[in-house]
């Protein structure tokens, strides 16, 4: 591994990345990357850019599909002590990229502070939900950003502040190849407020979706004042399957996925819901979840 020589601890080759993704599909990563420091970082982006190696970032792999063969370039996941730690603050929280987003909002409750419970029940790391400004109806992560940390593949770090950031449905005007953490403004409220809320985030989701491994949370955007849930039930594909992947019947914006199942299925299935809703409502659907 002359790549990456002298960084055995944290480089891996050909690792299968279906694990690492809650659709548990996909092949392997050529060098599966895990660097535990900004200098690991700085040194392994270094590498793959001077070799032309592609470079993709993995959060908790909750908003992705892997294709079958895999990716050819590096993946990498951030790790350890520095990229997780979350810590509370006299504004709110700091937290680092590769903080656990469900773990974060049950501190929150605990400490009695407000402003992250609108993430209940969405899977996935600080990092993945500021890349996506991941949220739903009850509000969304950018709401609450103060600052983001981010590093260029380049290997230039800098700090982005909420006046220079932008946050819309599920994008941000965020466009450095890694966010490293960021802090968040919180309000200081009653435990038990926070924890009701989250209850009833938590019952409204688990009423509406199907929740649980198997998926990848919403598969397409909401067109602008559309559901694309709806749009695919009216287009009749509730319980359509290819393969092991099927549209889920609770929610026809959700994918489900069996232990048969391909990535290639996934694609299919993508491909058929696409042209059937265009031929029934003149609609084309944009996809909410990354393909690599
Ligand atoms: C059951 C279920 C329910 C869901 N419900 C919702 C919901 O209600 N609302 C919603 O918005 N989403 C939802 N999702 C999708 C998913 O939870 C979010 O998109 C989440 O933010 C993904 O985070 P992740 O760490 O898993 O990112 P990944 O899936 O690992 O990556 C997603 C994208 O983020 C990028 N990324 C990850 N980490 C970094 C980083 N440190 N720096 C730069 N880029 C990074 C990746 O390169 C990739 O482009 C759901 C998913 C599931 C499985």
Redesign the pocket.
């Known amino acids: 591994m002359t790549l990456f020589a002298g960084l055995e601890t944290i480089v891996e080759t050909d690792v299968p990345l279906a694990p690492r993704t809650?659709m548990k599909l996909g092949g392997p990563a050529r060098y599966f990357i895990q660097p535990e420091t900004v200098a690991q970082l700085q040194d392994v982006t270094r590498r793959c850019r001077e070799n032309g190696v592609p470079m993709?970032?993995?959060?908790?792999?909750?908003?992705?599909l892997v294709d079958d063969a895999g990716v050819k370039g590096a993946v990498i996941h951030?790790a350890g002590e520095a990229f997780s730690r979350a810590e509370f603050t006299e504004t709110g929280l700091r937290a680092g990229?590769a903080s656990d987003?469900g773990k974060i909002v049950l501190r929150c409750v605990r400490e009695g502070q407000s402003g992250l419970e609108c993430l209940t029940?969405?899977?996935?790391?600080v990092?993945?939900?500021l890349?996506?400004n991941?949220?739903?109806a009850f509000g969304d992560i950018g709401s609450v950003v103060d600052s983001v940390d981010v590093m260029a593949d380049t290997g230039e770090t800098f700090t982005r502040f909420r006046a220079d950031l932008a946050f819309g449905y599920?994008s941000t005007n965020i466009s450095s190849?890694?966010?490293l953490g960021a802090e968040f403004r919180l309000a200081e409220d009653d435990p038990h407020r926070i924890l009701k809320q989250v209850k009833q985030i938590w019952m409204y989701k688990k009423n509406t979706?199907p929740?649980?491994a198997g998926?990848?949370?919403?598969i397409f955007k909401n067109p602008r004042g559309l559901s694309a849930g709806a749009l695919i039930d009216r287009a009749g594909l509730k319980g359509r399957t290819v393969g092991g992947a099927m549209v889920s019947e609770k929610h026809a914006n959700f994918i489900l996925v069996d232990s048969s199942a391909t990535a290639s299925d996934v694609l299919k299935l993508i491909n058929i819901i696409r042209e059937t809703v265009y031929k029934k409502s003149e609609v084309y659907l944009e996809l909410e979840i990354?393909v690599w």
């Not at 993709?56 to 992705?64: Q, T």
């Not at 029940?121 to 790391?125: A, N, T």
């Not at 998926?215 to 919403?218: D, E, S, V, W, Y």
Request: one cysteine or more; a positive charge.
């Open positions: 809650w993709h970032v993995l959060g908790r792999g909750a908003n992705l951030l990229a987003l029940g969405i899977p996935g790391s990092g993945g939900a890349a996506m991941a949220g739903g599920r190849k890694f966010i979706q929740l649980g998926n990848a949370g919403c990354e």
